[in-house]
């Protein structure tokens, strides 16, 4: 027997689409039975109060959840968010409500016995309520009591080997997409540098010293799986600078139909058979494919790898074999000043361990963002405020025409005082000498 | 229900206290297949919507079996997705960037039989519990947020909005016909702690009414500079005020000039501003991440206002679908949203997908604005 009557929330049961509501529900029966006989460390019915707090909010149409509320682990000032009821006299069972990020494994490949682990500790110590995963890629925990942070902390850290993410104005959990372990086109090991860069920098995620958050994200290759490039204030993303290579005899079976292009990805709709002239080197944005007498030529010195050729016949063309990454920089969301994209910044570096190429391009940003950036201001508003060549001067890299879309429209260019013959001190005296007032 | 230990201490919190060791190592965590070859894969196929054929130089062979899941699941969600795996993949699975899960195997039988299974278990309620889809030139699952389910600043419910949207769109998550894949992503506020400003379709949840200011208490909640710096077209100023016959220190909003970002509240808990009229959706599109073709994209605003209609937004889910059918019909191969509206022109996508253009949908925000007017004599009647 509920709770508490859900009747809006209950038509979102129906359909076909997996049922948040029905979940739900399946815990809150599970927890009142209590097979196993668990001694529940927060309130055993904390999903029968989120779904009637959820309820109340289908009808009031507002939130009630309250602002806010700093909670935490000792000695990290992240990965909690502290979370109350604003109606706790209701559902006392959600009053304190807390969520815990744990950091993710890269690629959110898991074993089942972790997974058991991790339910087994949020059934004892919180709602029973997760994300699979959070928009930043961490597991969500969600909903738990200040006392129990620390027990949970303890338990991930003895009985799990994990840690917690990020949170607050941090380094945020670095992601990344599943790279070289099942894709082809994954360029670097997107998942060990993922790895490295989360283990190198710690104290970051853990200890809040930025202006506001930090994003690294890492992609394997120009698809972007992992939106590197609009949700990262420093993008990894894979790619090569040698030549696609063509396996000619491939090429033959897509014209002739015994391979369906673009992997299958099509094939729910008749388009039609595959044209290799139309389809792929007409639609090629550098205009760098030559389809002739069955055979397929690329100029790839003029190729801007787009990955639509390779996307579309796999097994015909491979990314190159000089392979690195791109380095993009200053990605966010509209809040504060509108969306912003990552602009290029290294448009190539080598990806070997231990990164410290990379690495040293990270550390000059952050010397200079943590100095300069406003409180609560991204790198991409920092960038935009202070100008691109003050982030290529901080990162000792020098000005290339791949940094811009075009050039300038305006001649105000900022000269410094060295760049100008003679400097900048000069006399009135002798300006009048040679003219009148 | 008696207090249980695990072993921290609160007398002595540095006793035994591990900290700063990341993650697991995802190499414990891959399946054999999948460490044997990494690195060296040559090719994938799609197989059938939600099944993925991943071919090693080694000529080792993955099958993946793709499905569905709400984000927000429970550890009894959990535990038969384990127990799933623990059957067909030895103990092995994972999830993607767009909360499906993947669950591999070796042979194409075990692949069959796996989506069989996968497609045969429903909630008590009536879902599918695991649905089998969510590849190629298709809608899969929708990245979002917390909504009214967890978060303080939203302006409408995140898992109700996409549970009724995928309802809606179920059959582009379980077919790929469509001219290239459509990504659906939902955001509950402007914050956007989802991707939608670069998605091929975006729900963004919207506020429409300028803060309340809590007199009484907002001088003890808030610092003032911070509130008055939070906005972003300078709205809010520092000033006094009489409450109950005390001269407090609080702010005041000049309301014309509110774009309704609620960064405000973000910095400041006094100034609330969710509203159930006020709240409601926009809808947005033809941005996208990849560079393929065309370089990412921003989604660009094509419906400023939906009111919030829960528990089903019927409103959001139709506009959706027109959108999504006009763009099935009109685009071409590997054309993706953003792409064909360019082509076509968007005074005709309005046209086409039967949405009506207002004053809202030409940006009046900074320079950015400037760059989306029209400068030329080329346009469509």
Known sequence: MAKHKTPLLDQLESGPWPSFVSDIKQECENRAKNAKGVDYQVPADCPDDL??????????????????????????????????????????????FH??????????????????????????????????HGSTGDIVLLGTTTPQLEEIFFELTHNMNNDLGGSGSNLRTPSC????????????????????LTQTYQDELHRPAFPYKFKFKVDGCPNGCVASIARSDFSIIGTWRDEIRIDQKAVAAYAGGEIKPNAGAHAGRDWGKFDIQKEVAERCPSGCIRYEGGKLEINNKECVRCMHCINTMPRALRIGNDRGASILCGAKAPILDGPQMASLLVPFIKVEEPYSEIKEVIENIWDWWMEEGKNRERLGETMKRLSFQKLLEVTNLKADARHVREPRHNPYIFWKEEEVTGGWKREIADYRKKHQK | MAFISSGYNPEKPMENRITDIGPRHFEEFLPPVIK????????HEILEPGVLLH????????????????????????????DIADKYCGGHLRFTTRNNIEFMVTTEDEAKALKKELNGRKFAGGSYKFPVGGTGAGVTN????????????????????????????????????????VRIAMACCLNMCGAVHCSDIAIL???????????????????????????????????????????????????????????????????????????????????KISNRITRPAFSKVVVPFIPNEPPRWPTMTKVIKQILDAYSKGARKYERLGDWANRI?????????????????????????????????????
């Open chain 2, 142 to 181: 929708i990245v979002h947020t917390q909504g009214w389910v967890h978060c303080h600043t939203p302006a409408t419910d995140a898992s109700g909005t996409v549970k009724a949207t995928m309802d809606a769109v179920f059959e582009e998550f379980v077919n790929m016909r469509l001219p290239a894949p």
């Open chain 2, 345 to 381: 022109g968007w005074e005709r996508f309005f046209e086409v997908c039967g949405l009506e253009f207002s004053h809202h949908l030409i940006d009046d925000f900074r320079d950015p604005a400037y760059y989306t007017w029209r400068q030329t004599t080329q346009f469509k009647f």
């Open chain 1, 99 to 132: 969520t815990v990020r744990v950091n993710q494994p890269s690629g959110l490949y898991y074993k089942t016995d972790f997974l058991r682990q991790l339910c087994d500790l949020w059934e004892l110590r919180g709602s029973g309520l997760t994300n699979m």
């Open chain 2, 55 to 82: 071919v090693a130089d080694s000529g080792d062979k993955v099958y993946t079996v793709r499905c569905g899941g709400a984000r927000l699941m429970t550890i009894t969600h959990i535990r038969e997705i384990c």
């Open chain 2, 205 to 287: 949840g919207i506020h429409r009414k300028p803060p309340m200011i809590d007199h009484e208490h907002l001088d003890n909640m808030c610092e003032v500079p911070l509130a008055v710096a939070a906005c972003p077209t300078g709205a809010i100023r520092p000033t006094k005020t009489e409450w109950q016959g005390k001269q407090v220190n609080t702010v005041a909003v000049k309301e014309e000039r509110c774009m309704f970002c609620g960064n405000c509240y973000t910095m400041c808990p006094s100034m609330p501003l969710s509203d159930k009229e006020g709240d409601g959706i926009a809808i947005m599109v033809g941005g």
């Open chain 2, 36 to 43: 044997k070859n990494k690195g060296t894969w040559a090719y």
């Open chain 1, 51 to 96: 779904l009637g707090v959820l309820e109340m909010s289908y009808v009031d149409g507002e939130t009630h959840w309250k602002h806010g509320g700093i909670v935490g682990v000792f000695g990290y000032g992240g990965g909690v968010i502290g979370r109350y009821c604003d109606q706790p006299q209701m559902f006392p069972g959600v009053a304190h």
């Open chain 1, 177 to 196: 997409c599943l790279g070289q372990s099942r894709c082809e086109f994954a360029c670097i090991d997107t998942q060990q540098l993922c790895f490295d």
